[in-house]
Each structure stands twice: as C-alpha cells, then as structure tokens.
C-alpha cells in the first residue's frame, strides 16, 4: 500500500535526481544533502540553499473497501541565503524553475502515484525581516490511489 511517508520519499528522490538537470548556468548544483524531509529553518541549513519538503494536509474523498482515492498535500521550501539579494533572487528563481520541471517530468514520482501538480507558490524576498534570506514555498498536490 502507498502512504504518504512514501509520497514524501519519492518526492526526495525524484528533486535529489534530477533538479540539477534543470538549473540555469551559474547555478550552483544540489548535493543530497540540499534536499531533506525535515521543518525548514534558516538557522539550521547546512549550506546556503536547501529543500524542504514537509506534508501539509491530505483529502480521502473516495473511501472503499479495496482502495481509497487520495490527495495528500506537500510543500516544498526552498531557502536560498548568503548572497546580495539580486544574486540571491536569480538562484531563488533558477531552482524554483528546476523544481518545478523535475517535478513536470516526473508526474507520476517514478510510479508512487498518479500523478502530482503545484497548485501554488509563494515567493518570500525577505525571510525572517533578512533581506538576504530568500524562499518560495510550492504547495504540491499529489494524487494516488491507496490499495488494499
């Protein structure tokens, strides 16, 4: 059965892979580390850009006795810190357009799901009251079905 430790999982896998495919020139690369399932805090980023996928909320809309038709809701954060703000908003923008092209072609997350889509982004020019602490969070819908 897919559950949404799984989603979250394969949402990792799919951002560690093939992000960087998708960065514009002068973008730095993403290693492993950059890309984490954990609450996102500027205080404890281990290099200047990271991922954060986090869940948010889940719909069971269609609830049966063999499977049960799901929405489970995951935001991506992206933290980019240490760097002039104009810098600072190339790189933001630059991984938030490789994030969303990885994700564009990874619809379905290697087969978890049926597939998933941004309902929404939220861009941040300041985080914390610091102008050099820029974000986007992506609210990602993903859809699946849970067998049993």
Do not use: W
Request: with cysteine; proline share 3%; aromatic share 10%.
């Amino acid at each position: 059965m897919i559950n949404e430790i799984n989603i979250l999982e394969a949402v990792q896998t799919v951002l560690r892979r093939d992000v960087n495919q998708y960065l514009p020139e002068g973008v730095e690369d993403l290693v492993d580390e950059d890309v984490q399932i954990e609450f996102p805090s500027v205080d404890l980023m281990r290099t200047d850009k990271m991922l954060f996928i986090q869940p948010n909320y889940a719909e069971y809309s269609s609830l049966a006795t063999t499977n049960d038709a799901s929405n489970f809701t995951v935001s991506v954060f992206l933290i980019c810190k240490r760097d002039t703000p104009s810098n600072l908003t190339i790189k933001t923008f630059g991984i938030f357009n490789a994030v969303y092209e990885a994700l564009r072609k990874s619809m379905s997350l290697d087969g978890v799901c049926d597939f998933v889509e941004i309902t929404d982004a939220d861009f941040y020019p300041a985080i914390e009251a610091n102008k050099n602490v820029q974000g986007v969070e992506l609210t990602c819908a993903v859809h699946y079905t849970k067998d049993f």
